[in-house]
């Protein structure tokens, strides 16, 4: 099995919203990585709109040739924007106003009710659903119960994990999440994310191995920054020269 990178764009527009500006665009940062092979883009529509806005969504949704991966909270605000955007998928979220990113996974086992009615609208609409949540197999079952076509495994605890018997501890439990979920319900797609690094992916996907999809962002657009910078000086020492040469 393959697994397909899907690349989460937000910081693109964290540094755009940083300046107020209009650049850099999460959109055009969406097209370079589906040129580049990306099998999807993800971006998280938050509350607060910190980071992507709601045009991005739209405009995503109309220049992307791969798939939109919407993530989002389970409120009646953002069902009503993905009825109207579309996308390939959503991915549920808990969302908190005062975290720096997403902290946990979902408590798909404690709001099962509420769930299933939301993803049950989402689906009505055609639209599947994901749920990002801990790598727990009764949030494992809940999420299939609760009509989810997908699950997202929250990985920043591997992610995280600062000594090698935490990191293998953490890569077993997300090893037995996904084992659990492949062998007791066949259609829900694996999928995982959150923290994931050139490093840290690999024993991920080596040990891992029902995992289908991967969403990752922070640390690649980061590394994106640093693999850019050099050329970014020389473009620029090229303009003031170039101004230089014209006085
Ligand atoms: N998956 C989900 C559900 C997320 O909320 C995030 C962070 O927005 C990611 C994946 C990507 O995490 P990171 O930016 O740490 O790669």
Same mark, same amino acid.
């Given at each position: +099995?393959? !697994? ?9 527009? #964290? ?19 589906? *040129? ?12 607060? *709109? ?20 919407? $993530? +989002?909270?389970? /409120?009646?605000? +953002?069902?009503?924007?993905? %009825? ?6 959503? #991915?549920?979220?808990?969302? %908190?106003? +005062?975290?720096?990113? #997403? ?19 989402? *689906? ?11 790598? !727990? ?14 699950? $997202? ?16 501890? $953490? ?33 991920? !996907? ?20 640093? $693999? ?5 000086? /020389? ?13």
């Amino acid at each position: +099995m393959t !697994v397909a990178l899907h690349v989460n764009v937000d910081h693109v527009a #964290t540094l755009r919203q940083a300046r107020g500006s209009r650049y850099p665009d999460p959109v055009h940062a969406a097209v370079l990585c589906e *040129r580049a092979g990306a099998a999807g883009i993800t971006v998280h529509l938050r509350e607060d *709109r910190r980071h992507v806005q709601d045009r991005d969504v739209r405009v995503l949704r109309e220049v992307l040739t791969t798939r939109l991966n919407l $993530e +989002m909270a389970a /409120t009646a605000e +953002m069902l009503g924007i993905a %009825k109207t955007v579309r996308p390939d998928l959503v #991915t549920l979220v808990p969302e %908190k106003r +005062m975290e720096r990113t #997403t902290e946990g996974g979902l408590d798909v086992v404690g709001r099962r009710e509420e769930l299933t009615r939301f993803v049950g609208e989402l *689906r009505d609409a055609g639209i599947p659903v994901s749920l990002f949540i801990d790598p !727990v197999r009764e949030q494992v079952d809940a999420s299939a119960a609760v009509g989810g076509a997908a699950i $997202e495994l929250h990985t920043g605890d591997y992610a995280h994990a600062t000594d090698v018997q935490t990191a293998r501890r $953490e890569l077993e439990r997300l090893a037995a999440a996904a084992e659990h979920a492949a062998s007791n319900h066949a259609s829900l797609i694996v999928a995982a994310g959150h923290g994931l690094t050139v490093r840290n992916v690999v024993d991920l !996907v080596r040990l891992v191995v029902p995992i289908e999809e991967l969403n990752i962002g922070h640390a690649l657009v980061s590394d994106a920054l640093f $693999e850019g910078l050099e050329h970014a000086v /020389t473009s620029f020492a090229a303009a003031i020269a170039d101004g230089e040469s014209r006085r």
